[in-house]
């Protein structure tokens, strides 16, 4: 079964941080784009961050720019978004996702993506 699973998520209190990863399962994903989106209650989904497979370029959504860092080891089929400086408002289900095709004018579009992890949720305390 393909599979994208995500590990890390967990309460933290206000400024703390976590990594979450996300690893591949039942086929490779070396060669996708990877993305992280999050989902709070009552909320639409949103662009957290997404890493393109050939060169590296990431990309972040306004939000979490200078706070949180993606990035990939293509040696594992992973991809991990550290975040640092949390906020109560950080809080959410957050779902990795993958796609083959998606351009960077779509990567901050969760339409654009096929495969998407079962999601990890992150509490921050104030």
């Known amino acids: 079964q393909v599979q994208l699973v995500e590990s890390g998520g967990g309460l933290v209190q206000d400024g703390g941080s976590l990594l979450l990863s996300c690893a591949a399962s039942?086929?490779?994903?070396?060669?996708?784009?990877r993305g992280w989106f999050r989902q709070a209650p009552g909320k639409e989904r949103e662009f957290v961050a997404a890493?393109?497979?050939?060169?590296?370029?990431?990309y972040y959504g306004d939000s979490v720019k200078g706070r949180f860092t993606i990035s990939r080891d293509n040696a594992k089929d992973t991809v991990h978004l550290q975040m640092n400086s949390l906020k109560p408002e950080d809080t959410a289900v957050y779902y990795c996702?993958?796609?083959?095709?998606?351009?960077?004018?779509?990567?901050?579009?969760?339409?654009?993506?096929?495969?998407w992890g079962q999601g990890t949720q992150v509490t921050v305390s104030s």
């Open positions: 039942g086929r490779t994903f070396m060669t996708y784009t």
């Open positions: 890493i393109t497979w050939s060169s590296g370029i990431t």
């Open positions: 996702a993958a796609d083959k095709s998606v351009t960077r004018y779509y990567i901050r579009d969760s339409r654009h993506y096929d495969y």
